[in-house]
């Protein structure tokens, strides 16, 4: 089990940026897989981006490609997640999993999850 705390969220202007952030506790934080997905008021939860536990495969989804950025530091056990060109759409508690295995986007394959954190971009 891996304990994990987000933190970054806040509100941002349309075409802003933010950087979360999510903490493991745990020796073993190298050896999970990572996930960031996000739930919007209504809606169901979507998969985010995702990258396997060496870093060097990163995975998302089509409506954040090329604005966003997976990324983890294993040596502070933290999970990075860059946030460009914000868009309203983009507005979400933000959440990060991990896993065992290979990267999934499918957000029943993690079992272990945080809090979350809010996510507000203003047009």
């Known amino acids: 089990q891996v304990q994990l705390v987000e933190s970054g969220g806040g509100l941002v202007q349309a075409g802003g940026s933010l950087r979360l952030s999510c903490a493991a506790s745990?020796?073993?934080?190298?050896?999970?897989?990572m996930g960031w997905f996000r739930q919007a008021p209504g809606k169901e939860r979507e998969f985010v981006a995702c990258?396997?536990?060496?870093?060097?495969?990163?995975g998302y989804a089509d409506s954040v490609k090329g604005r966003f950025t997976i990324s983890r530091d294993n040596a502070k056990n933290t999970v990075y997640l860059q946030m460009n060109s914000l868009k309203p759409e983009d507005t979400a508690v933000y959440s990060c999993?991990?896993?065992?295995?290979?990267?999934?986007?499918?957000?029943?394959?993690?079992?272990?999850w945080g809090q979350g954190t809010q996510v507000t971009v203003s047009s």
């Open positions: 999993a991990a896993k065992i295995g290979s990267y999934s986007g499918y957000s029943t394959s993690y079992n272990n």
């Open positions: 745990g020796r073993t934080f190298s050896s999970y897989t």
């Open positions: 990258i396997t536990w060496s870093g060097s495969t990163t």
